[in-house]
């Protein structure tokens, strides 16, 4: 699984030829990531695809200068714990996050955020369709905040409904 997370960027970013090796701190959130999010889904729904996962400082500059899209990475927690070249973290919350697919559920992906919702912990939840990846994070403060976000006719994502706490349980009911 830690070869998932940190390799992710091969199929997606081909010509990207430095390391992905995360540091210390980050390898000890990328951990309880796998242990409290991505094994347990394992296990219950099936495999995990990783469609964005674990990003070094020189990968996130790769990936700034040659694909940009729509990106937070002060926020999103695919950087974990790493620095950037002023020695400052790169993204200002504590944890580690991945974007993932569940095979089997490619176009039900409300049902795999329903099933972290009722039954694991995390920090954030970001939702972007049935047929598209969920964004999942653990840290220290685990939220446990779920946010459904919409794509706009102009194409531009914008945040729909969200919960926090066990009121995620329903958040997805209606979808």
């Avoid at 002060?74 to 973290?89: C, K, V």
């Avoid at 919350?93 to 912990?121: H, P, W």
């Amino acid at each position: 699984m830690r070869e998932r997370l940190e390799g992710w960027y091969r199929s997606k970013h081909p010509s990207y030829q430095l390391s992905n090796q995360p540091n210390n701190s980050s390898k000890a959130m990328l951990s309880q990531l796998i242990q409290e999010i991505l094994l347990p889904l394992e296990s219950k729904l099936g495999e995990v695809t990783i469609t964005y996962g674990f990003t070094s400082h020189p990968l996130l500059r790769y990936i700034l200068q040659n694909s940009p899209g729509d990106m937070a990475p002060e926020i999103d927690q695919h950087a974990a714990m790493e620095l950037n070249s002023r020695g400052n973290r790169i993204c200002k919350r504590d944890g580690a996050s991945c974007d993932f697919y569940i095979r089997g559920y490619e176009n039900k992906m409300d049902k795999v955020a329903k099933f972290i919702c009722t039954n694991l912990q995390f920090d954030r939840l970001y939702f972007y369709g049935k047929d598209k990846p969920i964004h999942i994070s653990v840290g220290p403060e685990s939220t446990r905040f779920a946010l459904i976000r919409k794509r706009r006719s102009d194409g531009v994502r914008v945040n729909s409904k969200s919960a926090k706490g066990s009121a995620t349980r329903t958040l997805f009911d209606d979808l």
